[in-house]
């Protein structure tokens, strides 16, 4: 059997989805971003040393404790699913039923591959690779006990993104915030892509509490694309060298204290309907509140709140959350950009959708 994976240390984590023993259906392993993750390759449990090595690690569950650090094993065997049942009772470690071998494809594991392990980092980005062994635990279980004070020392680095101040004029900030309360907000929901290209608004408020308002009055639409236009295009064209078009739906967003607003991690970018964005806008329109700033896991736990009237401006590619409101509340103004080959990647997505529930409905 060939002894080395392809992926080596240093390589992006090749990102997926697959059915798994997760609760929640069909996994998506970039949602690992900001934590710690321990990967493991075999064919079978039936291999030699694999199901020992799983159990204890199923022993030191808490060391994989979900905050610092994940497990995923990927095994191959249809019949792993009933046999590896009983070790998925923590629900940080996980089993990806990888029959299709679609994952193992990713990372280089073919049928005549050892088994092996990955320590990946939140980045997502691959730190060790450790062949399986009789006594591989022993040099695993270590590293996971050490990961907490490690994620401390390493994620408090740069975020790649851009705060800038004055974007709107404190008298702008206002009136937005009057037409918030005068049209009035609804709940404010999340998409899910349950058939590739079709999304679906459902609510989870577990996962994010926050009310909207669209802005659709024609002329205060102008006005706020003016002033992103002026005072935010041109920055992003300067550090990014992108050159933003053209701007999605712009809304008013409020995350109160009262309904603990808040909005897990995610990205802009993932779903069909939302690959044509480039960069996320959030104008924060007030400061009399607590709480609410947006994290980027993958880089560092520090919180970016812009001050009133100021814009922050981030890749839709990056892992981001917004933290509980704590007191008061936090109004923004939202919106994404960008440019003209995303708005025909944008169109196209578009006809295949409406083509698609044409065919469904006939």
Known sequence: MSVNPSILVGDPAPWFVQQGSDAHG???FDK???????????????????TPSLERLAAHGSRIDGIHTLFFGVTNDPQDRERLQALSSNPAIRFFWDTDCK??????????????WLLVDPMLRVRAVFPHGPHVIDE?????????SMMMRETSGPVPALILSDVFEPEFCDRLIRHYKEKGARPSGIFMENTPGRSVPVLDSMFKR???CPIEDAHLVNQVQLRITRRIVPEIRKVFQFNATRL?????ACYAARERGRFGPHRDDTLTAAAHRR?????????????????FPEFSPRGLAPPAGGALVFSCGLMHK????????????LTFLYDEEAARIREANWQAARASRRNTAG
């Not at 690992?32 to 493991?40: D, I, Q």
């Not at 695993?140 to 907490?148: D, G, K, M, Q």
């Not at 999605?248 to 008013?252: A, S, V």
Request: glycine content about 6%; hydrophobic content about 45%; overall charge negative.
């Open 210 to 212: 926050r009310r909207d």
């Open 103 to 116: 994952v193992s494809t990713l990372y280089g594991f073919a049928a005549d591959t050892r088994p092996f």
């Open 26 to 28: 069909d996994y998506h």
């Open 32 to 50: 690992a971003a900001g934590r710690y993750s321990v990967l493991f390759f075999f064919h079978s449990s039936l291999e030699s040393d694999v």
């Open 248 to 252: 999605e739906r712009l809304i008013i």
């Open 322 to 333: 917004v933290e509980p409101i704590t007191q008061g509340e936090r109004f923004a103004c």
């Open 279 to 295: 960069f996320a806008v959030s104008i924060n329109l007030n400061d009399a509140f607590a709480g609410g700033q947006v994290t």
């Open 140 to 148: 695993i279980l270590p590293i996971l006990a050490a990961i907490p």
